[in-house]
């Protein structure tokens, strides 16, 4: 199976999703800028991102898919 990707860019021409076979959905910027709003950005640094609660990615993905539907409506709340 081929590895296809699809990317999106924000208004800033900044990448923001990444879909494929082997990478993330979040770019790494985006999920850094994400977990230093939710406050738990000093545990990323300190021992990764597999350190992090359960809870806390949950509300990762909450407040990106927030933003992505934000986004797709065409405001920037």
Same mark, same amino acid.
């Given at each position: 199976?081929?590895? %296809? +990707?699809?990317? +999106?860019?924000?208004?800033?021409?900044?990448?923001?999703?990444?879909?494929?076979?082997?990478?993330?959905?979040? +770019?790494?910027?985006?999920? *850094?800028?994400? $977990?230093?709003?939710?406050?738990?950005?000093? %545990? %990323?640094?300190?021992?990764?991102?597999? $350190?992090?609660? $359960?809870?806390?990615?949950?509300?990762? %993905?909450?407040?990106?898919? *927030?933003?992505? *539907?934000?986004?797709?409506?065409?405001?920037? *709340?």
């Amino acid at each position: 199976m081929p590895n %296809v +990707s699809c990317h +999106s860019a924000n208004e800033h021409g900044k990448g923001l999703l990444t879909l494929g076979r082997r990478r993330g959905i979040m +770019s790494q910027r985006l999920k *850094e800028e994400l $977990a230093k709003e939710l406050g738990f950005y000093d %545990v %990323v640094q300190r021992e990764g991102w597999g $350190a992090i609660r $359960a809870k806390d990615a949950g509300n990762m %993905v909450r407040l990106a898919i *927030e933003r992505a *539907e934000r986004q797709l409506a065409g405001t920037t *709340e």
